[in-house]
């Protein structure tokens, strides 16, 4: 498949090195000739110093043969004349970053693709809402719905007073209503055997169906957790204005901005209930003011990794409250997660998992790069002919690191074990390590 990516920037320079792993033709393409040469001599990629909006740079390239053009420029209105023009061009399917929300409504979407930019993307507001999703389960670390919520995947931090904790796999009851699908112990992601156990501090994920959730919620000792009523955000971002809309009624949000001119901005962006604060989130005598220590969400999205995680730190000081961070620097993901911050949000890997979705050949319906875990999380739909219904799961063969979570069967979601038969039609739902969804195309 030939890819061209215009825009050497995080979501750019992400996506490539995530595709050049899958054997991909990709080209890199942007005005900087710094940015690009830092990544041809370490990737299997073409990198070409080129405007995205000129007809003739994107004829070098080689646009007219595309499976697929994305732009993910900082500048939405050159992501979407690019991709008009890649479209003319003769790319067959183009994707633009946006940011501006109103793009989003399905007239608009329309409209978009009649020029020939077949999908949007606006990875802040897919960081709002993994943010806003995240603040409705407090006791959750991470949460993902699939056929419409029919089977859920959840990640826990399990603490001492665990029913699960230092019982191997072997010795627990068979008819669990759960499939615990992975396990993150330090830097290290485990998909569990028999004789592997759950561990204090443990970030464990399970898959199970709706019904379910009140007893895992039991069993790994979260039923004192409160709901989470009050939150304090750091940074008046365009993440941060998203996850504000999308809160639900009853929360109480306060937005900390330092710059005055952003504080009047964001006082016309968003609804009247969220309260905009001119000061220094880091500021303790201003947290202390504005009710810190009764929050019980702290949210950090300022520009700088470092900061965001060092205020979610000092901020449990004040309370116990779930902290979360945006931390755009991948390198500081691992220490973020060292310093038991409950939420980590990448909006570069968001973005990237949404636009991986669109590359592969197999019905899917849900892709997810797991912030916490070198892992993703897919959503097939199984094809009339695939592989996976010509026998048992036990004998399907499955590459090292992938394990199938659940399924869901007119509309009713399944665990799956080594004896279950999977049939056309059925949503079935992949853990697997590393990238490699793209090899498990051929299954389903």
Known sequence: MKIIIAGAGAVGTHLAKLLAGEQQDIVLIDESAEKLSKLESNFDLLTLEAKPTSLGNLKDAGVGSADLFVAVTPEESRNVLACVLAHSLGARKTVARIDNYEYLSPKNKEYFRSLGVDALIYPELLAGREIADSLRKSWI???????????????VKVRAGSQLL???????KKEEPYHIVAIKRGTETIIPKGGDCIMENDLVYFMAARGSIDYIRRITGKEAYQKIKNVLIMGGSRIAVNAARLMHDDMTVKIIESDRARCEWLTEMLPSDVMVIHGDGRDRDLLLSEGIDSAQAFVALTDNAETNILTCVSSKQFAN????????????????????????????KIAASTIYQMLLDADVNNVKSLTFADADVAEFTVSEKARVTKCLVKDLDLPYGATIGGLVRKKEGMLVNGNTQILPGDHVVVFCLGSMIKKLEKYF
């Open 141 to 155: 670390r991470q949460w993902w719905e699939f056929a419409g919520g029919a089977l859920v995947m959840l990640g």
């Open 166 to 172: 230092n019982i191997p796999f072997m010795e627990l």
């Open 321 to 348: 409250m779930k902290t979360i961070a945006e931390v755009e620097n991948i390198d500081f993901i691992r220490m973020a997660e060292s310093f038991d911050i409950a939420g980590i949000i990448n909006k570069k």
